[in-house]
């Protein structure tokens, strides 16, 4: 069946950039996704792109995909504290389905 | 800008008994998706409605059952609870577009005893 994998745990000092990096499995995958969610919160919407491009910015955001390699990730500049939180990524198959396949998440510590 | 409403935020329960979820999508989105977390896990999706009418199915046990009303909103009931349905769970709602973004309610968390 599809997976997304992440890795769990990135650890940045304030100001410097975050890369957290996802991979799927989907090759049907029309539109993959980036959440935030803080602890005990719901899920944030960040940014998403669909599967014909190749980089989409959005403000400090910058997502990256690798459709050859199933490959996405998604840079934060000049990261904040505030950006600590945990980071899915989620794929949304093609045909007729629309669930989202969502990552293990990626536990994201920005030191001040 | 209006977002996904759901109640109760939090809910305690005991073993064998019933709950109910209940779910309100942004106005003019007509797909509504629910979604199970459980401690330290990713989302996993349960069910989803388009129209009123089930769109897809997921990992949903036999003892949930959902709908969608006329209204459009959605309501997760939940039978015989059992401690391992203890989570967070998450209605999303879309609008009919080519993107079917989906946006997230704060989530209703769920503790069974």
């Known amino acids: 069946g599809e997976d997304v994998e992440q890795s769990l745990f990135l650890s940045v000092r304030e100001g410097d950039s975050s890369v957290i990096n996802c991979t799927y499995t989907?090759?049907?995958?029309?539109?993959l996704y980036w959440y935030k969610q803080e602890p005990g919160a719901g899920l944030q919407l960040l940014t998403y792109?669909?599967?014909?491009?190749d980089m989409k910015q959005d403000q400090r955001l910058t997502v990256l995909l690798n459709k050859k390699d199933k490959h996405l990730s998604l840079r934060i500049a000049d990261t904040q504290t505030g950006d600590s939180a945990i980071y899915f990524c989620?794929?949304?198959?093609?045909?007729?389905?629309?669930?989202?396949?969502f990552g293990t998440g990626t536990l994201l510590a920005v030191q001040p | 800008a209006a977002g996904v409403i759901q109640s109760p935020r939090h809910l305690i329960k005991e073993k064998r008994e019933t709950a109910t979820l209940k779910c309100y999508p942004i106005?003019?989105?007509?797909?509504v998706y629910w979604y199970q977390q459980g401690p330290g896990q990713d989302p996993q999706f349960l069910i989803s409605?388009?129209?009123?009418?089930?769109?897809d199915k997921g990992s949903i046990p036999d003892r949930f059952s959902a709908q969608q009303f006329s209204d459009y909103h959605s309501e997760l009931n939940m039978s015989s609870l059992e401690l391992g349905d203890s989570a967070l769970y998450f209605c999303?709602?879309?609008?009919?577009?080519?993107?079917?973004?989906?946006?997230f309610g704060p989530g209703t968390r769920l503790t069974v005893l």
């Open positions: 792109i669909f599967s014909n491009m």
């Open positions: 409605f388009y129209e009123k009418m089930q769109s």
């Open positions: 106005p003019r989105h007509d797909t």
């Open positions: 989620a794929s949304k198959g093609g045909g007729a389905t629309n669930k989202l396949i």
């Open positions: 999303a709602s879309s609008p009919d577009s080519s993107t079917d973004t989906q946006y």
């Open positions: 989907d090759s049907s995958s029309t539109y």
